[in-house]
């Protein structure tokens, strides 16, 4: 940004006046580059708490108090990735983990920390290397210093162990709210129990990895991100509303029920996405999981083949049965049928669920290969109106 155009932008969006001395004074009055008073500062905080990431940038040049608010919101998020779409070498991942801890301890910049994503996506040398112990333990001082964390998202898929070891062993961020792990197919097993017990306050928990999920206290999750349903145990005692199944299996629907009936989310859970990957499909986890969760407002479910006419029936029925269902999301992502069926699949859904179940509202058909079909409603009585699919 030149000069003057620097003055420009500065003339419109400046704010109260600091202290300046007489020489800074006197260079130059009369220059829009002197602050103006025609934004009043709380105004003026409410406009920068809502600026993008490249405009605070450049309002935090504007004067120290912008800089001071603008750091708000700055350093409110923060990444450390290395190898990620990328191939690093293992001397510049660490200097990479080093420098991104320095420009975090530097300037004060850790209490404003509320986001942390942490993504080792390639080696950092040799296991007794000292040098990747030492990034290790600068990863271990960020998180014991970050002690507003609401938000840590992390993903390792080299030095596992090392790394699990941390978070059995290091207290942080006590105010923890949500958590995302993914560890590849490394087996956690009970590494992180301690760091369960340590954080009770946790409302949102991902987990995209092999291995079991421990049960763990947790009074107030309120979603459930899981690769597997098997991996539900964490469920047990937990009040969960939002339940989100990478891959469900038959297999796996009876011991996802069990889970779900020993805590209070058989009656709490609003929410389910899941993607059935039997092949050939069933309506096994509609007759087994669907219908005892009656108060489900949304549903996702994608099968990876169509269930054939007796099962389709039979899972068409279980989410008729669902009084309370606003939103559903429906279909296959490989189609197989006829062209011909499509449309009676359609009507068969809407047969099923339009009369039935009065609450909804919208309804996503996965019935082509290419896009999937949406139809909304106004009221029960409204007849449905297509619309055009936006992606995610």
């Given at each position: 940004m030149s000069r003057?155009?620097?003055?420009?932008?500065?003339?419109?969006?400046s704010g109260p006046t600091p202290p300046q001395s007489d020489e800074e004074t006197s260079s130059d009055t009369s220059e829009s580059f002197s602050f103006s008073r025609s934004v009043p500062w709380d105004i003026m905080c409410a406009i920068i708490a809502h600026l993008d990431f490249e405009t605070l940038q450049v309002m935090s040049l504007v004067a120290q108090d912008h800089h001071q608010e603008?750091?708000?919101?700055?350093?409110?998020?923060f990444t450390i990735s290395v190898g990620k779409g990328y191939q690093a070498t293992e001397e510049?991942?660490?200097?990479?983990?080093?420098?991104?801890?320095?420009?975090?301890?530097?300037?004060?910049?850790?209490?404003?920390?509320?986001?942390?994503d942490i993504y080792i996506g390639?080696?950092?040398?040799?296991?007794?290397?000292?040098?990747?112990?030492?990034?290790?333990?600068?990863?271990?001082?960020?998180?014991?210093?970050?002690?507003?964390?609401?938000?840590?998202?992390?993903?390792?898929?080299?030095?596992?162990?090392?790394?699990?070891?941390?978070?059995?062993?290091?207290?942080?961020?006590?105010?923890l709210s949500e958590f995302s792990s993914r560890f590849g197919s490394f087996r956690v097993g009970n590494a992180l129990d301690m760091f369960w017990r340590t954080h009770p306050n946790l409302r949102s928990v991902e987990w995209d990895g092999h291995g079991e999920l421990p049960t763990a206290h947790l009074p107030?999750?309120?979603?459930?991100?899981?690769?597997?349903?098997?991996?539900a145990t964490i469920l047990q005692g937990n009040p969960v509303r939002d339940l989100h199944i990478h891959a469900l299996l038959d297999r796996d629907c009876s011991t996802l029920m069990e889970n779900i009936r020993a805590s209070p989310s058989q009656g709490t859970m609003v929410l389910l996405t899941a993607t059935l990957c039997d092949n050939p499909a069933s309506a096994f986890a509609y007759t087994i999981v669907l219908k005892h969760l009656p108060n489900l407002?949304?549903?996702?479910?994608?099968?990876?083949?169509?269930?054939?006419?007796?099962?389709?029936?039979?899972?068409?029925?279980?989410?008729?049965?669902?009084?309370?269902?606003?939103?559903?999301?429906?279909g296959a992502s490989n189609f197989q049928l006829p062209e011909e069926e499509y449309d009676d699949v359609k009507d068969d859904f809407f047969r099923a669920c339009s009369e039935s179940c009065h609450h909804l509202r919208k309804a996503t058909l996965h019935l082509y290969e290419d896009f999937p079909l949406v139809f909304v409603r106004e009221s029960f009585h409204s007849p449905w109106v297509r619309k055009p699919y936006e992606c995610h």
């Amino acid at each position: 940004m030149s000069r003057g155009t620097f003055k420009k932008f500065y003339k419109l969006t400046s704010g109260p006046t600091p202290p300046q001395s007489d020489e800074e004074t006197s260079s130059d009055t009369s220059e829009s580059f002197s602050f103006s008073r025609s934004v009043p500062w709380d105004i003026m905080c409410a406009i920068i708490a809502h600026l993008d990431f490249e405009t605070l940038q450049v309002m935090s040049l504007v004067a120290q108090d912008h800089h001071q608010e603008c750091a708000k919101y700055l350093w409110r998020n923060f990444t450390i990735s290395v190898g990620k779409g990328y191939q690093a070498t293992e001397e510049a991942a660490r200097k990479h983990i080093d420098h991104s801890a320095a420009a975090l301890f530097s300037r004060e910049h850790m209490k404003w920390l509320r986001g942390l994503d942490i993504y080792i996506g390639t080696p950092l040398g040799r296991e007794n290397n000292p040098l990747v112990e030492a990034s290790i333990q600068q990863i271990s001082t960020l998180l014991q210093k970050a002690t507003g964390l609401q938000q840590f998202d992390f993903s390792a898929y080299h030095h596992q162990h090392r790394f699990l070891h941390l978070f059995s062993t290091v207290s942080f961020a006590p105010n923890l709210s949500e958590f995302s792990s993914r560890f590849g197919s490394f087996r956690v097993g009970n590494a992180l129990d301690m760091f369960w017990r340590t954080h009770p306050n946790l409302r949102s928990v991902e987990w995209d990895g092999h291995g079991e999920l421990p049960t763990a206290h947790l009074p107030v999750l309120h979603t459930l991100r899981i690769q597997f349903g098997h991996q539900a145990t964490i469920l047990q005692g937990n009040p969960v509303r939002d339940l989100h199944i990478h891959a469900l299996l038959d297999r796996d629907c009876s011991t996802l029920m069990e889970n779900i009936r020993a805590s209070p989310s058989q009656g709490t859970m609003v929410l389910l996405t899941a993607t059935l990957c039997d092949n050939p499909a069933s309506a096994f986890a509609y007759t087994i999981v669907l219908k005892h969760l009656p108060n489900l407002r949304n549903i996702t479910l994608i099968h990876v083949t169509m269930p054939d006419k007796p099962d389709r029936d039979k899972a068409l029925y279980v989410l008729s049965t669902l009084r309370r269902l606003e939103v559903v999301e429906w279909g296959a992502s490989n189609f197989q049928l006829p062209e011909e069926e499509y449309d009676d699949v359609k009507d068969d859904f809407f047969r099923a669920c339009s009369e039935s179940c009065h609450h909804l509202r919208k309804a996503t058909l996965h019935l082509y290969e290419d896009f999937p079909l949406v139809f909304v409603r106004e009221s029960f009585h409204s007849p449905w109106v297509r619309k055009p699919y936006e992606c995610h």
